[in-house]
């Protein structure tokens, strides 16, 4: 693999022999789990591929964003089937997963309690958390509220910590392995045990997925929190900036001048 990059939105420039879903010129956005490429002006995708048109009012820098956390957010929600009124805490609201998770989950009706540094709480907020708990003034572990979800998305608890912040039978879900690569194995475990467990689900990308998110994007349910904009010749920096573990939501790369 040489170039990097699973999510992209553009225009089609061309179509194979055969291809009946799309023609040239459609605006699409899409995910491109497996087999990377996406940084760059060109990517080529299978036409039943994680691949859907953009909604008329949504902009390239908007739905490039839109396949790749929200899709890791959107499985996690659906392994452990969570529904309307159910209680969820979400760890790392301000990540890429993290900040689809919140808008996700109270889409779905869920009463969510998420947790980020002081200076995030307003744009949690804003994206529809009932509840937030500021990490650097508060471990989140200790909050007297019971959840029959909590979902970490960013790697930054255990099972074992989260534990007790779990009703009867609830769910630790992470979007990472977690200490010592345990989450893979618990997800394996517990449910053998009985009681609260882990899951730790294989994420897919397909066709409906993509269809999903252009409906939450076209209904407004669902807006990717961008952080900052670079140029594909400023790559280097991009990458710089997310390795630093602190970017809030998502960093666009345009094939073309940015706007900001
Ligand atoms: N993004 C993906 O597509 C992807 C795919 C597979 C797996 N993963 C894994 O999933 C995790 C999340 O990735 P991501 O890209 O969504 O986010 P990310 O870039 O790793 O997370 C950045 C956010 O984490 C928050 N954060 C930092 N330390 C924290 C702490 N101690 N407690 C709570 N929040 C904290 C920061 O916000 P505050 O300033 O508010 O703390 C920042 O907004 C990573 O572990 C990654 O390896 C990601």
Do not use: W
């Amino acid at each position: 693999m040489t170039v990097l990059g699973n999510e992209f939105a553009g225009a089609v420039e061309a179509v194979g022999r055969g291809v009946t879903f799309f023609e040239v010129g459609d605006r699409v956005f899409g995910y491109n789990g497996t087999r990377f490429g996406a940084h760059a002006e060109y990517v080529a995708m299978p036409q039943d591929g994680s691949l859907a048109t953009m909604p008329a009012k949504v902009t390239y820098e908007e739905a490039a964003p839109s396949t790749e956390g929200s899709h890791y957010a959107l499985s996690l929600i659906r392994k452990a089937k969570i529904r309307s009124g159910q209680d969820v805490l979400v760890n790392g609201a301000t990540g890429a997963i993290g900040s689809a998770a919140v808008q996700l989950l109270k889409h779905l009706g869920a009463n969510v309690t998420a947790v980020c540094a002081s200076e995030h709480l307003e744009l949690v907020k804003g994206l529809g958390a009932d509840r937030v708990i500021d990490y650097t003034a508060q471990d989140f572990t200790k909050d007297p509220q019971t959840y029959d979800v909590v979902l970490d998305a960013v790697g930054k608890s255990s099972f074992g910590r989260c534990k007790r912040l779990l009703k009867p039978g609830g769910i630790y879900l992470s979007s990472d392995l977690g200490p010592l690569s345990q989450n893979p194995i618990l997800a394996l475990i517990t449910p053998l045990v009985g009681g609260k467990r882990v899951m730790f689900p294989i994420p897919k990308d397909d066709q409906e997925m993509a269809r999903y998110l252009k409906g939450l994007l076209e209904s407004g349910a669902f807006k990717p929190v961008i952080d900052r904009r670079y140029r594909l010749d400023q790559i280097v920096e991009a990458y710089t900036y997310v390795e630093t573990g602190q970017k809030i939501g998502n960093v666009v790369i345009s094939v073309e001048p940015s706007t900001s």
